[in-house]
């Protein structure tokens, strides 16, 4: 079984800037992708960002050039480093790992429990 432990959650004010983190940890061969998730009452969780194991990123267009998604491989640790902060961004964020649990088995899914970011003054 993985766990994600998601941290760094909490309230910023407009155009400041709030750093978040994900550990992964438990049963895990290897991560080929770790990604950032955000979701708000009445509305579908959306991807933000991810990062792949060989460091290729792609973003939501709405967060391109104010987020950098980042990864320490060792330590099976994503980061998202969220700057010029607005309060559209304020959602509930959630870290999600595509991993083997096996090397050369089928790949799986794991969520973390989600950290909550407010922007608001």
């Known amino acids: 079984q993985v766990q994600l432990v998601e941290s760094g959650g909490g309230l910023v004010q407009p155009g400041g800037s709030l750093p978040l983190s994900c550990v992964a940890s438990?049963?895990?061969?290897?991560?080929?992708?770790m990604c950032w998730y955000r979701q708000t009452p009445g509305k579908m969780r959306e991807q933000v960002a991810c990062e792949s194991r060989y460091g290729a990123t792609n973003y939501a267009d709405s967060v391109e050039g104010r987020f950098t998604i980042s990864r320490d491989n060792l330590k099976n640790t994503v980061f998202l480093q969220m700057n010029s902060l607005e309060p559209e961004v304020t959602a509930v964020y959630y870290c999600?790992?595509?991993?083997?649990?096996?090397?050369?088995?089928?790949?799986?899914?794991?969520w973390g429990q989600g950290t909550q970011v407010t922007v608001s003054s």
């Open positions: 438990g049963s895990i061969a290897s991560i080929y992708k």
């Open positions: 999600n790992a595509d991993y083997f649990a096996v090397a050369g088995a089928r790949a799986h899914s794991a």
